[in-house]
């Protein structure tokens, strides 16, 4: 597995404006340093033991993304040095990596994850209760959380035309939520979707972000 090479191979596909998350979860430190030598500098963890022991580990300029379900009895752990959290699913997770950043003087970007994929095992917020969230307005006093944007995944499927239209319903979401809550938060801008497996379409629709596991590093070491 050549990992720099699959790096390279990976940015050459994705425009200006997009960035790579390279998810890193059970692949062990000697990876994410084949892929920090070609010059990658975003990693994604899940774990929040998994990625403390890397955050210790590994060069202190590496930004770190919590890509994965984040319970609120964990939050205090990263809180100190998480670059981003993607998969805010409640109000009540956002309030506490608010009251946990506040805590380190900080403020921790974050965004809101999306169930748009027809499993339900995934998590997130419908879109209208999403809606009813920020209608309601509490998160507007929560100083030291950013709200950033949106994630979702995308079904896990062959049919491109079904991914190619969760991937849509998510971007005119995000549109939506722009002109209506953040039409004048330059920090509302990303747009997190698209895995190993479907980040050409994620790009397609206007994602900034993408999330590539296994096309850089292998199949994961469970």
Not at 51 to 70: C, N, Q, R
Not at 186 to 205: C, N, Q, W
Request: negative net charge.
């Amino acid at each position: 597995m050549d990992i720099q090479a699959n790096i390279k191979a990976v940015l050459s596909e994705l425009p200006a404006g997009v960035r790579l998350v390279a998810v890193s979860k059970f692949h062990p430190n000697e990876a994410i340093e084949a892929a920090y030598a070609a010059g990658q500098r975003i990693f994604g963890e899940s774990k929040v033991q998994e990625l403390t022991e890397k955050h210790l580990a590994l060069p202190k300029d590496i930004e770190w993304h919590f890509i994965g379900h984040l319970q609120t009895n964990k939050v205090k752990y990263i809180a100190p040095y998480i670059a981003m959290i993607h998969a805010v699913d409640s109000f009540r997770l956002l309030a506490e990596i608010n009251r946990q950043a506040a805590k380190v003087n900080r403020v921790i970007p974050c965004l809101l994850e999306i169930h748009i994929a027809a499993e339900e095992s995934k998590y997130g917020f419908t879109f209208d209760g999403c809606r009813s969230m920020l209608r309601e307005g509490d998160w507007k006093e929560l100083e030291n959380v950013s709200v950033c944007g949106v994630m979702g995944m995308a079904t896990n499927t062959d049919n491109e035309e079904q991914i190619k239209k969760e991937f849509e319903s998510l971007r005119h979401f995000f549109d939506e939520l722009k002109s209506e809550y953040f039409l004048h938060d330059d920090r509302f801008k990303e747009i997190s979707m698209g895995m190993s497996h479907d980040y050409p379409l994620a790009v397609k629709a206007g994602c900034t972000l993408v999330r590539v596991g296994s096309k850089i590093f292998g199949d994961r070491n469970y």
